[in-house]
């Protein structure tokens, strides 16, 4: 499997990028958010809709942060298969939820999310330098064309 980090802009519950990381050997482990309120984080549309996700998302484990996830977008049939589910952990968010830091553990994905099209500079170059600190490759960072108003 290709390593590939990716930015993207763009609503945060959009998950559909996530693949299944090879667990991380010799990592150590990501420094990520304490605490998350993730019916906050899943958010809504601009409309007040609601977002629904194709994928399933839930905590990985007990006695971890509820910023360490666990995603799934295989059919709920093969649910029982673990690598099905990928790691989804938060290493940063702004205390409005307006944009976050998303990668595994393994350091093979990596997204930048904002909820609005355009994120200023200063804020994606802070969020760039903290992947970096955590040992991302962000040489390999795209940034994801936005159309519309």
Same mark, same amino acid.
């Given at each position: !499997? @290709? &390593?590939?980090?990716?930015?993207?802009?763009?609503?945060?519950?959009?998950?559909?990028?996530?693949?299944?990381?090879?667990?991380?050997?010799?990592?150590?482990?990501?420094?990520?958010?304490?605490?998350?309120?993730?019916?906050?984080? %899943?958010?809504?549309?601009?409309?007040?809709?609601?977002?629904?996700?194709?994928?399933?998302?839930?905590?990985?484990?007990?006695?971890?942060? @509820? /910023?360490? $996830?666990?995603?799934? #977008? %295989?059919?709920? #049939? $093969? /649910? #029982?298969?673990?690598?099905?589910?990928?790691?989804? *952990?938060?290493?940063?968010?702004?205390?409005?939820?307006?944009?976050?830091?998303?990668?595994?553990? %393994?350091?093979?994905?990596?997204?930048? =999310?904002?909820? /609005?099209?355009? !994120?200023?500079? %200063?804020?994606? @170059?802070?969020?760039?330098?903290?992947?970096?600190? *955590?040992? #991302?490759?962000? /040489?390999? =960072?795209? &940034?994801?064309?936005?159309?519309?108003?």
């Amino acid at each position: !499997m @290709n &390593k590939r980090i990716v930015q993207i802009a763009g609503c945060l519950a959009t998950l559909s990028a996530i693949g299944l990381a090879r667990a991380a050997q010799g990592k150590r482990p990501l420094r990520v958010v304490p605490e998350v309120d993730l019916a906050r984080y %899943a958010g809504q549309l601009e409309s007040g809709e609601q977002i629904q996700a194709e994928g399933v998302a839930r905590v990985a484990g007990k006695g971890q942060p @509820n /910023s360490i $996830l666990k995603v799934r #977008f %295989a059919p709920a #049939f $093969l /649910s #029982f298969i673990p690598q099905v589910w990928g790691d989804y *952990q938060i290493i940063a968010l702004s205390p409005d939820y307006t944009y976050a830091l998303v990668g595994d553990p %393994a350091r093979e994905y990596l997204w930048i =999310l904002s909820r /609005s099209r355009q !994120m200023d500079e %200063a804020t994606y @170059n802070q969020l760039v330098d903290e992947a970096q600190a *955590q040992e #991302f490759d962000v /040489s390999r =960072l795209q &940034k994801t064309k936005q159309s519309g108003s």
